[in-house]
């Protein structure tokens, strides 16, 4: 009895952390749009890692949700002038983790990725490939 008690708190637990993480969707949703069951919301705050303990707290969630050789995309890019990344309000970024000799790939490698291979610093890539990317939502 005692054990079923346990597994059903267990389930219950279970149940309210998805409970929790839906209507903080919904929230986000109230500013943001539903298209086909997803919530989409624009926020040119903040596009990239700012910091270093934003970086690891974003590779160490790359890792455990998609792989530990995972590269997700930072939405930074030098498309406008070579050799300067910006996020994608146009503004120039402040912080940058890249794997020395990167960015290395000139006018042909103009986004970066947070590389899981390389320990969650970046890379810069062809931004034509396909990779896994990151939304953030300002939730305070």
């Given at each position: 009895?005692?054990?079923?008690?346990?597994?059903?708190?267990?389930?219950?637990?279970?149940?309210?952390?998805?409970?929790?993480?839906?209507?903080?969707?919904?929230?986000?949703?109230?500013?943001?749009?539903?298209?086909?069951?997803?919530?989409?919301?624009?926020?040119?705050?903040?596009?990239?890692?700012?910091?270093?303990?934003?970086?690891?707290?974003?590779?160490?969630?790359?890792?455990?949700?998609?792989?530990?050789?995972?590269?997700?995309?930072?939405?930074?890019?030098?498309?406008?002038?070579?050799?300067?990344?910006?996020?994608?309000?146009g503004s120039n970024i402040r912080y940058?983790?890249?794997?020395?000799?990167?960015?290395?790939?000139?006018?042909?490698?103009?986004?970066?990725?947070?590389?899981?291979?390389?320990?969650?610093?970046?890379?810069?890539?062809?931004?034509?490939?396909?990779?896994?990317?990151?939304?953030?939502?300002?939730?305070?």
């Amino acid at each position: 009895a005692l054990e079923d008690l346990q597994q059903q708190i267990n389930d219950i637990v279970v149940e309210l952390n998805l409970l929790k993480e839906q209507q903080a969707l919904q929230t986000v949703c109230l500013r943001g749009t539903k298209i086909s069951g997803k919530c989409f919301l624009v926020d040119i705050v903040k596009n990239t890692p700012l910091s270093s303990d934003e970086n690891t707290r974003l590779y160490d969630y790359m890792r455990q949700s998609i792989g530990p050789d995972a590269e997700i995309w930072l939405g930074i890019n030098d498309m406008q002038t070579e050799g300067v990344w910006m996020d994608q309000a146009g503004s120039n970024i402040r912080y940058k983790n890249w794997k020395l000799p990167q960015p290395d790939g000139s006018s042909a490698e103009n986004c970066a990725v947070l590389s899981g291979s390389s320990g969650g610093k970046w890379l810069d890539e062809n931004c034509r490939e396909e990779r896994a990317s990151v939304c953030e939502f300002n939730i305070a």
